[in-house]
């Protein structure tokens, strides 16, 4: 069982939890992710670790409630428990040698461009950030961004705060005003990796995007995180997260991630009348 050290809202929608998991604060590093269930009869998700403390034994995670799962854990208080905290998993994200990186991160995958973005600047990385949101309401992490980045962009689509317009209208000016990259680490829903893919390609700029497929078992077992990447299977959970972003078949990807949208719905509803009637 792994206690809830602190929770907080940071918007309607997300939430971040800090759990005590000293094992996993030992060995993580930014880029990789954790397996958990709120539950001994509740299902496995993967969620990115979003920051970790070594002295404290602590690792951050923040999630969109969304489904089912993040319901019931979004319902947990701070001081309770979860099941199960199995990690870290995955590769962690390359930072060495770089000299200066612009972080992409867009809605609650800024949560996972951050720690990413902390790394880099610790190592003396000049780190520029363009994190974007759909309004004001929406914005996460702002101060922790300022903190570890030499240039902060952040955007909203309805100009509510910030700049208006998309992460890629920022990158694009960035770029066009002479900032030149070593890579371009974006991380957020696949729609935008994809364009902001499309936008690098033509600078020829690496790019580096993290996936976050359905996942089951973590171990590459079930295969059901597989994507196509330069024209091979590859998973998610033990090849990835991060990937060549100008190598991945997005178009499938996106495909793929809305197989189970339906289900997920029923589930979610379910779950919320389930919490409301403990409550009653």
């Known amino acids: 069982m792994y206690r809830i050290f602190r929770k907080e809202r940071l918007n309607p929608t997300v939430t971040l939890m800090e759990i005590e998991a000293e094992r996993v604060a030992k060995k993580a590093e930014p ?14 998700i993967p969620l990115t670790v979003a920051d970790f403390d070594r002295e404290k034994g602590t690792v951050t995670i923040i999630f969109q409630v969304v489904g089912a799962t993040t319901k019931l854990l979004d319902s947990k208080k701070e001081g309770e428990y979860i099941e199960d905290f199995v990690g870290p998993l995955g590769v962690p994200t390359r930072t060495d040698g770089l000299k200066k990186v612009a972080i992409i991160g867009g809605g609650v995958g ?27 309401d929406l914005v996460i992490l702002e101060d922790e961004f300022k903190n570890a980045s030499d240039v902060l962009k952040l955007m909203t689509d309805d100009g509510s705060y910030g700049e208006k317009g998309l992460v890629t209208d920022a990158l694009k000016a960035l770029i066009e005003s002479g900032e030149k990259y070593d890579e371009v680490i974006a991380i957020g829903p696949l729609v935008m990796m994809k364009f902001v893919c499309l936008l690098t390609k033509e600078y020829g700029i690496k790019t580096t995007v993290s996936m976050n497929p359905i996942m089951i078992d973590g171990t590459g077992m079930c295969g059901g995180c597989r994507l196509t990447v330069g024209g ?14 100008h190598q991945v078949d997005f178009d499938e990807a996106i495909k793929r991630s809305s197989a189970y949208k339906e289900f997920e719905r ?15």
């Open 31 to 44: 880029g990789q992710f954790i397996i958990l269930r709120v539950n001994e009869d509740g299902e496995r």
């Open 110 to 136: 800024s949560a996972i461009a951050y720690p990413i973005a902390k790394k880099l600047h610790s190592l003396g990385c000049e780190v520029h950030s363009v994190v974007g949101f759909r309004n004001k």
């Open 232 to 245: 091979k299977t590859k998973f998610a959970c033990v090849d990835g997260p991060d990937f060549d972003g």
């Open 266 to 280: 029923h589930a979610y509803e379910e779950t919320c009348n389930l919490l409301n009637k403990k409550a009653d």
